[in-house]
């Protein structure tokens, strides 16, 4: 079955850096979009970022766009939460998530395949 496992979620300091990955298993995954999402306590889970896995196009929340950089490494299976310049309003829990590509790639609801989360905490 497919599995995606999150690492890399931490605490920093505002203004400080995180990398986030996913390591994603149990299908081939070309034709997919990767995304990451995030949960603030007491909001609903948000995009964040995807990535498509075939060609490579990225897709940005405005939030996070110019600070966040998602990327994928084909011969791994694993993709890729580069996060700079961090704001105490990025803490959450971070989530990977995949589903077969169409050009709807922000609603939570579309997507099958979900990681367990993250915590990535940024002080002020």
């Known amino acids: 079955q497919v599995q995606l496992v999150e690492s890399g979620g931490g605490l920093v300091q505002a203004g400080g850096s995180l990398r986030l990955s996913c390591a994603a298993s149990?299908?081939?995954?070309?034709?997919?979009?990767m995304a990451w999402f995030r949960q603030a306590p007491g909001k609903e889970r948000e995009f964040v970022a995807a990535i498509t896995w075939s060609t490579g196009s990225t897709f940005y929340s405005d939030s996070v766009k110019g600070r966040f950089t998602v990327s994928r490494g084909n011969a791994k299976n694993m993709v890729y939460l580069q996060m700079n310049s961090l704001k105490p309003e990025d803490t959450a829990v971070y989530y990977c998530?995949?589903?077969?590509?169409?050009?709807?790639?922000?609603?939570?609801?579309?997507?099958?395949?979900w990681g367990q989360g993250t915590q990535v905490t940024v002080s002020s």
């Open positions: 149990g299908r081939a995954f070309t034709g997919y979009l």
């Open positions: 998530a995949s589903k077969p590509y169409t050009n709807v790639y922000y609603r939570t609801k579309h997507y099958n395949y």
